[in-house]
């Protein structure tokens, strides 16, 4: 089995890490994975020898793929992101399954999508998560929903696990974020709810992805209005097998808080889960699922209220 995958982005996390795992779980298959921009993900399939990436410009994406796909054969063709190319790939591959992702937690940028999507040359639409599904098939065309599956999001549990003899003991309190410098993951809302707590409350950080000069401009202002100057350390790309090691040291003094406004699964809130992290998160419906895996280790508050999540982290550490 042979998959031929783009994504436009090559990161440490989010999708680079989903596409990592779905190789590392699938030993049999070889992938080929296509990106247009590293944004720090660069040995994140060391390892792996059933993977083979390359970083390709996006405005000469249709031209190699045009190339590559008359001189080798794939079983399966998926793209994530850029339906207009994957319109005039999917229009010349009658042999393999043509294949679309929707991972996006933006219904904006879904509509988009969909709407430029050429759906008469798809095979199989594929979503994370039931959540997700319920949103695409609401924007998909009734003859299409047929099209529409859920392939939930693996963890690498090699990497992502629970490990009692690595916890930390007596540890300060400790919030984690992990998340990308966009503004739907609501990285302020993180350094105001640290604000809200005593200061004894220390808060990291872990951004993946690109980092822009001006977020980065707004994240230290943020900082000073929030007065956590001194209570914050930030990090920037750092491997998944050192951010997992670093949730299970922490153990039970830490709460990995996530501030996200938008999310199609939650996968960072999964990996901290499956090492045993307790998590207080905004209430989002995709998030839903995870309640019932991993009973008592949630807390919730409603959408933007600050203070609300700053008492929830406060009712997980007294529990």
Not at 222 to 244: C, K, M, T, W
Not at 283 to 295: D, G, I, K, R, T
Request: net charge negative; aromatic share 10%.
């Amino acid at each position: 089995m042979r998959v031929l995958h783009y994504y436009p982005n090559l990161t440490q996390g989010g999708m680079g890490t989903v596409l990592r795992t779905r190789a590392k779980n699938l030993p049999g298959h070889k992938f080929d994975f296509l990106f247009s921009n590293d944004s720090g993900g660069g040995n994140i399939f060391d390892e792996l020898p059933n993977v083979e990436f390359r970083l390709v410009r996006k405005d000469r994406l249709e031209n190699y793929l045009t190339f590559t796909l008359s001189q080798r054969r794939y079983d399966e063709v998926i793209f994530t992101s850029a339906p207009e190319i994957a319109n005039k790939v999917f229009e010349s591959l009658p042999l393999a399954l043509r294949v679309y992702e929707f991972h996006s937690s933006d219904v904006r940028v879904l509509s988009s999508e969909v709407e430029k999507l050429d759906l008469r040359r798809v095979d199989e639409v594929r979503v994370p998560s039931d959540y997700l599904a319920g949103i695409i098939q609401s924007l998909l065309p009734a003859n299409a929903q047929r099209l529409v599956r859920v392939v939930p999001n693996q963890v690498d549990e090699d990497m992502f696990f629970v490990d009692k003899h690595e916890h930390g003991i007596d540890l300060s309190p400790t919030l984690i974020w992990v998340g990308q410098f966009s503004r739907a993951k609501g990285y302020n809302d993180f350094l105001r709810v640290l604000g809200n707590l005593p200061e004894n409350y220390a808060g990291e950080m872990y951004f993946s992805g690109r980092v822009p000069a001006e977020m980065v401009i707004d994240l230290m202002a943020e900082i000073a209005r929030s007065g956590v100057q001194d209570r914050v350390s930030i990090f920037y790309n750092v491997p998944q097998q050192e951010l997992a090691k670093r949730y299970r040291e922490l153990g039970d003094s830490a709460v990995l808080v996530s501030t996200s406004l938008l999310e199609s699964f939650g996968y960072g809130v999964y990996e901290a889960l499956k090492c045993g992290l307790r998590c207080a998160v905004y209430e989002l419906p995709a998030l839903n699922a995870f309640h019932e895996e991993f009973p008592g280790m949630i807390s919730t508050a409603p959408l933007g209220e600050i203070s609300a999540l700053a008492e929830s982290i406060l009712q997980l550490h007294t529990a």
